[in-house]
């Protein structure tokens, strides 16, 4: 399983565009790139899901180089209410499984 | 369409007693997962189910079995529970396809053994 990196947390003020950085050095050719969010006491939600170059969709963007070994979350203008925990995950399905490991993820505090 | 439910919320038990947590999904999905999360740390995988009929250990499965009732249900169970077994519990299911699916998952049970 590719490991991920990501800041432990990040600080930003309502209204920022917010990015966050993940570092998956040994991504394999066939993993996914995908993000979630999870705010305290409920379960993580799927925010978005790339495999190359960029993905947008209507609550944020995800920008994939060439080589892959890192990935971008972009959130345009956050609110409050952004505040929560972000995970990024790479992986792949092996065998009808979503192969993924979920590490402790990045801690957004968002202020106003 | 209620997506994943999850019973109980919340349970305290003793060391040494048994519980199972109920999880059921809606959505008519392939696969399941049984997740744990301590205290700001990430989930980690304890079972997961990719169809009916089959089960798989994740990442920390020790303390822990499962059963994939059916399509719908997957529960968890702790024969002999202990301190170390203090987290959240969380259940999620997948449609599965030849990509990385979604995984849409529960409220979570939160779960102190005492």
């Known amino acids: 399983l590719a490991k991920t990196t990501q800041p432990i947390s990040m600080d930003s003020y309502e209204g920022q565009e917010v990015n966050i950085t993940c570092s998956h050095n040994n991504i394999a050719t066939n993993d996914y790139i995908t993000w979630y969010q999870q705010f305290p006491s409920q379960g993580p939600r799927f925010i978005i899901q790339g495999y190359k170059t960029k993905v947008t969709n209507e609550v944020a963007s995800l920008f994939i180089p060439a080589d892959r070994k890192s990935s971008t979350l972009s959130l345009p203008r956050v609110s409050l209410s952004d505040t929560a925990v972000y995970y990024c995950l790479v992986g792949d399905v092996l065998g009808n499984f979503n192969k993924f490991y979920f590490g402790s993820g990045t801690k957004l505090n968002v202020k106003p | 369409n209620a997506g994943v439910t999850q019973t109980p919320k919340f349970q305290v038990l003793k060391t040494g007693q048994s519980m199972t947590l109920q999880c059921a999904q809606d959505?008519?999905?392939?696969?399941m997962y049984w997740y744990r999360q301590d205290p700001g740390m990430g989930l980690r995988l304890i079972y997961y189910s990719a169809s009916e009929g089959t089960t798989d250990k994740g990442e920390v499965p020790n303390g822990y079995n499962v059963s994939r009732l059916n399509k719908r249900e997957f529960s968890l169970r702790l024969e002999s529970a202990a301190p170390s077994q203090t987290s959240v519990y969380f259940c999620?299911?997948?449609?599965?396809?030849?990509?990385?699916?979604?995984?849409?998952f529960g409220p979570g049970t939160r779960l102190t053994v005492l």
């Open positions: 999620a299911s997948s449609a599965q396809g030849a990509v990385p699916d979604t995984q849409y």
């Open positions: 959505m008519n999905h392939n696969s």
